[in-house]
């Protein structure tokens, strides 16, 4: 992740890196799934941490409008 932090802020588990094949990220209401983004996974709780390089960019990029592709969603509210 290129930060210092190496323990998860929930459970105190170990983090280690890896590659997040589809990030789901909301801005301002909106859902987006981000591929490819490096991340660290907590090994006991399984929490996953993004850089704020990582953040930055994905902001930069959604407000730029540099979408490679939509997919539409089906949503279901569980009741």
Do not use: W
């Amino acid at each position: 992740m290129g930060e210092n932090l190496r323990a998860c802020y929930f459970c105190g588990g170990r983090l280690r890196d890896i590659m997040v094949g589809s990030f789901d990220y909301r801005l301002e209401g909106q859902l987006y799934v981000i591929k490819k983004v490096p991340a660290a996974l907590c090994e006991q709780c399984g929490e996953k941490y993004i850089s704020a390089e990582a953040a930055r960019k994905i902001n930069d990029q959604i407000a730029a409008g540099n979408y490679t592709e939509t997919e539409q969603v089906h949503v279901h509210i569980f009741e």
